[in-house]
């Protein structure tokens, strides 16, 4: 947020009439409407990480109203993709590497979440950068569909070829959540980017497995 900050100050009085931000479906906190749209209310993120990204819209929102600036505002689903460092696909490939028979799983495995890959993402953001119509504009970035944890463990271990592979679930926190602030069910509503000519070509499987295939090569 302080960066955030630092950055506008440094834009307000120059040239720069148009600002980019990489927001985070996490804003929306645990949403009663999935999928959940851009005006959705109340904004109540339920991580810091959340909060942060909140309040760097709400400067950035601020700045452009009083400077005369234009901003987008981009609120992703989970990225993934080649040369990714971090994340449940390196974190599960990092874990089957040490031990091939057993996986240990933060949550209850049942927390279902939009995954898009990095293409599909950098695709919406040239195309949501296209023709901003209002002075601030949200848009949302994601899948159509969502994908379980527990399936996103399957798929690492088929594409590692390992097999009997014993999934150990650690139950998580607060309902089987994979650890204080994570948002268990997670879908967006990217109807107001797809009117715009931009649609995902990745299911969230098909990105994971993807996503996954990528790691393995550049890991070996």
Not at 36 to 57: D, F, H, Q, R, V
Not at 137 to 142: A, D, K, L, Q
Request: aromatic letters at 6%; proline letters at 4%.
């Amino acid at each position: 947020t302080y960066a955030t900050h630092i950055l506008l100050e440094a834009i307000r009085n120059s040239n720069v009439d148009t600002i980019v931000f990489a927001s985070t479906s996490t804003v929306y906190g645990d949403a009663k409407i999935i999928p959940t749209p851009e005006n959705y209310t109340p904004l109540e993120p339920i991580s810091i990480y959340g909060a942060s990204k909140l309040a760097s819209e709400a400067l950035i929102t601020s700045y452009c109203h009083t400077y005369k600036k234009k901003a987008i505002i981009l609120r992703l689903a989970n990225i993934v993709g080649p040369r990714s460092k971090h994340g449940v696909i390196n974190d599960f490939i990092t874990k089957l590497r040490r031990n091939p028979k057993q996986l240990k799983i933060l949550g209850d495995g049942r927390q279902t979440k939009s995954y898009l890959h990095v293409d599909d993402c950098i695709n919406a953001i040239l195309k949501a950068c296209e023709t901003p119509k209002e002075t601030v504009e949200v848009f949302n970035i994601g899948s159509d569909d969502q994908i379980e944890v527990a399936r996103i463990a399957e798929i690492v271990a088929e594409e590692m070829n390992l097999s009997g592979v014993q999934f150990n679930f650690t139950g998580g926190v607060d309902g089987g959540r994979g650890w204080t602030g994570d948002v268990k069910n997670m879908l967006l509503d990217i109807t107001k980017l797809k009117s715009r000519g931009w649609k995902p070509r990745c299911s969230s499987e098909e990105a994971v497995m993807l996503a996954t295939r990528s790691t393995l090569s550049t890991q070996q």
